[in-house]
């Protein structure tokens, strides 16, 4: 089984700065990507930042480029979202995803976390 669990998000003033986690359990897990996403109400769900398995590079979407930062622990088991100066139109649920290919193949999302901006 594959399960991806989140903690961190709340309520923060801008420019302030939050850190999401997602601790990814499972067993002789691989993967093509893993990478955090966010979703607004009533709007699509947005890809901020992704490792790729293929190529190794981690990619950032340009509005959170210079204030986001992908990482992962040694193990590769939880991956991190560091965000700062935090801005209103960040407000959203954050999710992390996994792209798992064996043994469970599948797309698997945590569970969601509110991350609020505003003073």
């Known amino acids: 089984q594959v399960q991806l669990v989140q903690s961190g998000g709340g309520l923060v003033q801008p420019g302030g700065s939050l850190r999401l986690s997602c601790a990814i359990s499972?067993?002789?897990?691989?993967?093509?990507?893993i990478g955090w996403f966010r979703q607004a109400p009533g709007k699509e769900r947005d890809g901020l930042s992704c490792i790729s398995l293929n190529d190794g590079a981690t990619n950032y979407v340009h509005f959170v480029r210079g204030r986001f930062t992908m990482t992962r622990s040694n193990d590769g088991r939880t991956i991190y979202l560091q965000m700062n100066n935090l801005k209103p139109e960040d407000s959203a649920v954050y999710y992390c995803?996994?792209?798992?290919?064996?043994?469970?193949?599948?797309?698997?999302w945590g569970q969601g976390t509110q991350v609020t901006v505003s003073s």
């Open positions: 995803n996994a792209k798992i290919l064996v043994p469970y193949y599948g797309n698997y």
């Open positions: 499972g067993s002789n897990l691989d993967w093509h990507s």
